[in-house]
């Protein structure tokens, strides 16, 4: 009888780390689980009746407490890293995100490589998420893992996962992989209305996945090959789990019987751009290691129907003959967009709309048009990979960022290199990690700079001109919480 493996799972309380944990449970005889969990009152009560069952061991610690890191990996063969603040929670408490996010994640790798070997026995796989890349409306919607890593204005969030891929990538660490996760889509989701419903544009393509789909996957990664391992893949559900936002919006309305969106919320109360998602050209990479593609969008919407509140099906036989006026009110309580107008927030206004002029040409729904998607992904003029990457391959990465290459000799992609970018900073870092879209740390949000940073580097001002103009401009260290210097450097 083979040996079980014993897993490390963070973040079994979220939504991917829960059904990845369910998935867990159903391989008990397959592997030992071990849980790293925060000892809060809320976890204790969902958890402690696993704890010390057979199988199952819970640490009760904290990520951002390298001690209680490092008991919970010792003798660990698979360390499953889902574990976030996200926003919005995030974006107001940016030091916290930070330690949690970034310092959660360097704690573990520190922690690995105090297993025997260097941890090179073990296998770390890190979620992070496709707010990295920002801001990608039509044409440029479709994405795939080279694209240039730009969060969005004030998305700190996002600025931590990337911190935390960087990390990984250039840790030293023989086992690793990164999935971006797309948006986890949940049966319970009345549970996401909140204010940062109306930071999306209307026109935002989403892939999503199921919560199931997530952890399932995740756990999936336990049965990867060796191969799979040096890599970053996007996480989607592919084809059958892509929508428009307008249009998955307008399904859930009638779903939770709240009447129609054109009648409910104006265009005007909707971001132009500045928020994320996309449709992934390359997540059949992943589906084909992991197979986790087994829910389609009518799958999700099925699961959100059967979730539904009491008092929403209640309602809802009488909100479907009543105006929309109470529905109405309550969504325009929560239409941040709408509050950055009438508090003349110019930073927001110009992240997400441009300027106050372009919020006031918003036209109303009957005269707006939502250009047909391009149901298949664009030619890319993108080099290939080599099957030998050289040192002219690295070269032609930092050209491509409009800097340059320092080093007079290779090694591998993971072998870390000189570089300098279009400003002249000069850092270290792998080919691998300047394959994958990230680029010079120094130049990296936050602040964000985009408008100088596009004028030096080819590869951003592609992606970044699709809704900028080059007479723009903007700088902005925080659009919603400040943060500490000392604690992003």
């Known amino acids: 009888m083979s040996k079980k493996k014993r897993v490390l799972l963070t973040g079994a309380s979220g939504s991917m780390g829960g059904e990845a944990f369910k998935e867990l449970l159903r391989r008990r005889d397959q592997c030992e689980i071990v849980l790293l969990l925060r000892p809060s009152k809320q976890n204790r009560e969902a958890f402690s009746k696993y704890d010390g069952q057979p199988g199952v061991t819970v640490v009760w610690g904290d990520l951002c407490n390298p001690d209680d890191v490092l008991k919970a990996v010792n003798g660990i063969d698979h360390v499953l890293h889902p ?62 893992v080279g694209d240039p890593l730009k969060p969005s204005v004030g998305d700190y969030y996002a600025t931590t996962k990337i911190a935390a891929e960087r990390a990984v990538i250039d840790s030293g660490l023989k086992h690793w992989a990164i999935m971006r996760q797309t948006y986890i889509a949940i049966p319970n989701a009345t549970s996401l209305v909140d204010p940062i419903l109306f930071h999306q544009p209307v026109n935002t393509h989403i892939e999503l ?57 104006p265009l005007n109360w909707f971001a132009i751009r500045n928020f994320h998602c996309g449709w992934y050209e390359d997540s059949h990479v992943l589906n084909n290691y992991l197979g986790h593609w087994r829910h389609s969008l009518e799958d999700h919407y099925r699961q959100v129907e059967a979730a539904v509140p009491w008092y929403l099906r ?35 206004i110009r992240a997400f709309f441009g300027g106050r002029q372009k919020w006031e040409a918003i036209p109303d729904w009957k005269n707006y048009v939502l250009q047909p998607s391009n149901p ?89 001109y699709n809704n900028h103009s080059k007479d723009e401009y903007q700088k902005v260290d925080y659009l919603y919480c400040p943060y500490e210097p000392e604690v992003v450097s």
């Not at 922690?111 to 296998?123: E, F, H, L, T």
């Not at 009110?329 to 967009?337: L, Q």
Request: net charge neutral.
């Open 209 to 265: 996945i199921t919560n199931e789909d997530a952890g399932y996957g995740l756990v999936q990664t336990v049965e990867a090959p060796d191969e799979f391992y040096s890599r970053v893949y996007n996480m989607g559900g592919g084809p059958s789990c892509r929508v428009v936002f307008v249009d998955y919006m307008a399904r859930m309305m009638k779903i939770f019987g709240l009447g129609n969106y054109l009648k409910v919320m």
């Open 376 to 464: 298949e992904p664009p030619k890319r003029p993108e080099q290939t990979v080599p099957d030998r990457p050289t040192l002219e391959y690295a070269r032609t990465l930092a050209q491509s960022r409009g800097g340059q290459c320092l080093s007079n000799s290779f090694g591998d992609m993971k072998t870390k290199l000189q570089w300098k970018c279009g400003f002249g900073h000069e850092f270290e870092a792998s080919s691998m990690l300047i394959q994958v879209g990230h680029w010079c740390p120094k130049c990296a949000a936050p602040p964000w700079n985009y408008d100088e940073l596009a004028k030096v580097d080819p590869l951003l001002a592609r992606f970044y």
């Open 314 to 348: 209640v309602l809802k036989p009488i909100t479907g003959i009543t105006p929309s006026l109470p529905i109405r009110m309550y969504m325009k309580r929560m239409a941040d967009p709408l509050h950055w107008i009438e508090a003349n927030d110019e930073e927001k």
């Open 83 to 144: 574990a976030a603040l996200i926003a919005p929670e995030a974006d107001e408490k940016p030091k916290q995100c930070r330690m949690i996010n970034f310092g959660g994640t360097a704690n573990i790798i520190a922690a690995i490589k105090k297993q025997p070997n260097n941890g090179d026995s073990v296998r770390l796989v890190y979620i992070s998420s496709v707010a990295a890349y920002g801001d990608r409306l039509p044409p440029i919607h479709w994405i795939n």
